[in-house]
């Protein structure tokens, strides 16, 4: 098919219905005087496309699909690229199970996130399918770089790097408006023989913003698989949301207890009056940060992190969503 082809139209109307019906159309040329069709075809690489005429009113077809997307004639949908989502690809997934159902297949990895409806106020997280289940992460951290982040980091969100991250207490509310209530926490090893550590809770909400985002959720399991390795070094997890129910959320430069409870921890966190949180799951490494103060390190009781086989052994901790 040659760069230009004229065809018979009665009117303009009628000349770009044919465009769009026509895969390879791409724009229409309209003469009115000789009511001729000019269909513009996309150039092969060894064509040359001659210039318009001034004589010529001219009409270009919208593209159907933004973003890189792939439009399929049959359906007349568009297949999404690059972690983009919506009937033109024209924005990013609410959440990362919109984030499947667009064709993405069990990639996992750092994907944008849309959880308000807002472009502005866009999250970096981690979706994972490892079966039938979708996991979203609310937050990890491996203990190698510091979380001493301002309150409003914690609201809006973070990304230091694939390891470590904090979705935004602002997106957490919004997946909770979307139905995603049952989260879990997990601490993850790189020996997958040192055990499976994991809390489930049902009911996992973040309150309003005008009571300082309190933490709650209506049921606790433990749902940790023992192996033999953790029976040898005696491990097992604590419910590191425990009595923290209903606490407001702290930062260094937005404390509700009174205590500075945040700066002494160097992480943001739902620390109750007395400071004492059962878990520090944002603290820092003690191997690689000797001269920190104590109440500064990762604390997760019951997984011994002072055994340094166990510290090296650990990879990461993580908040998710299962969906």
């Given amino acids: 098919m040659s760069a230009v082809d004229d065809v018979t139209a009665r009117s303009v109307v009628e000349c770009t219905s044919i465009c769009s019906q026509t895969t390879d159309c791409s724009a229409v040329s309209w003469n009115e005087q000789t009511r001729t069709c000019f269909l513009h075809i996309h150039c092969p690489p060894d064509t040359t496309c001659s210039d318009s005429s001034s004589e010529l009113v001219h009409f270009k077809k919208k593209v159907p ?43 996992s990895g750092p994907v944008w996130l849309d959880p308000q409806h807002d ?21 990890r951290s491996d203990g190698r770089q510091p979380h001493n982040k301002t309150y409003e980091d914690f609201v809006s969100g973070y990304y230091i790097n694939s390891k470590n991250y904090w979705m935004g ?80 959320f702290s930062a260094w430069d937005h404390e509700t207890t009174g205590s500075d409870c945040a700066g002494r921890h160097g992480a943001g966190w739902w620390y109750p009056d007395d400071c004492h949180a059962p878990c520090r799951l944002l603290g820092l490494r003690r191997e690689l940060f000797p001269d920190q103060g104590e109440e500064e390190y990762l604390t997760i009781p019951g997984l011994r992190l002072d055994n340094h086989t166990v510290e090296e052994s650990m990879a990461w901790t993580y908040l998710f969503f299962k969906t």
């Fill in 119 to 139: 472009v502005t106020k866009l999250t970096r997280t981690q979706c994972n399918r490892p079966g039938a289940k979708v996991i979203t992460t609310i937050f």
């Fill in 169 to 248: 207490l602002d997106n957490v509310r919004a997946l909770n408006q979307q139905g995603f209530d049952e989260a879990l926490y997990s601490v993850v090893f790189d020996n997958p023989g040192m055990g499976d550590f994991k809390w489930r809770y049902s009911g996992f909400q973040i309150g309003d913003p005008s009571s300082g985002y309190p933490i709650s959720y209506t049921t606790a399991n433990d749902a940790s698989s023992q192996v033999p390795a953790a029976t040898d070094f005696d491990l097992s997890l604590s419910n590191c949301f425990e009595n923290i129910s209903g606490v407001s």
């Fill in 65 to 107: 699909c933004q973003n890189g997307g792939d439009f399929i004639p049959e359906t007349k949908t568009c297949l999404c690229n690059d972690g983009w989502a919506g009937d033109e690809c024209e924005r990013y997934p609410y959440n990362c199970v919109e984030f499947y159902q667009r064709e993405y297949g069990t990639r």
